[in-house]
């Protein structure tokens, strides 16, 4: 059992950075998978990063790939998403989440933060 809150959403101009962090608690961080995906109104939701449980492998999504990079702090349960170059595209609501037997895929993953809503302004 693990418990997910995503923090760091905000609005930004397009071009700026963000930083969105995920922390959990209620299990051992470090046993789980740590994916990022966002969703905005009317669309499914993406795939946006991932940093597996075993050799803290980065994956990214095709629209973020060069500009955002995920990191992971098991000591501190904390899972760091830095956004840069943020483009009006990248406007969802992200949302951190545990599990990720298949890192890419939303479904193979057990347990799910709230959310954090990133705007990006033109």
């Known amino acids: 059992q693990v418990q997910l809150a995503e923090s760091g959403g905000g609005l930004v101009q397009t071009g700026g950075s963000l930083r969105l962090d995920c922390g959990s608690s209620?299990?051992?961080?470090?046993?789980?998978?740590i994916g990022w995906f966002r969703q905005a109104p009317g669309r499914e939701r993406e795939f946006v990063a991932a940093?597996?449980?075993?050799?803290?492998?980065?994956l990214y999504g095709d629209h973020v790939k060069g500009r955002f990079t995920i990191s992971r702090d098991n000591a501190k349960n904390t899972v760091t998403l830095q956004m840069r170059s943020l483009k009006p595209e990248d406007t969802a609501v992200y949302y951190c989440?545990?599990?990720?037997?298949?890192?890419?895929?939303?479904?193979?993953?057990?347990?799910w933060g709230q959310g954090t809503q990133v705007t990006v302004s033109s």
């Open positions: 209620g299990g051992t961080f470090g046993n789980y998978t």
């Open positions: 989440a545990a599990g990720g037997q298949l890192p890419d895929t939303y479904y193979t993953y057990d347990y």
């Open positions: 940093i597996t449980r075993s050799r803290h492998r980065p």
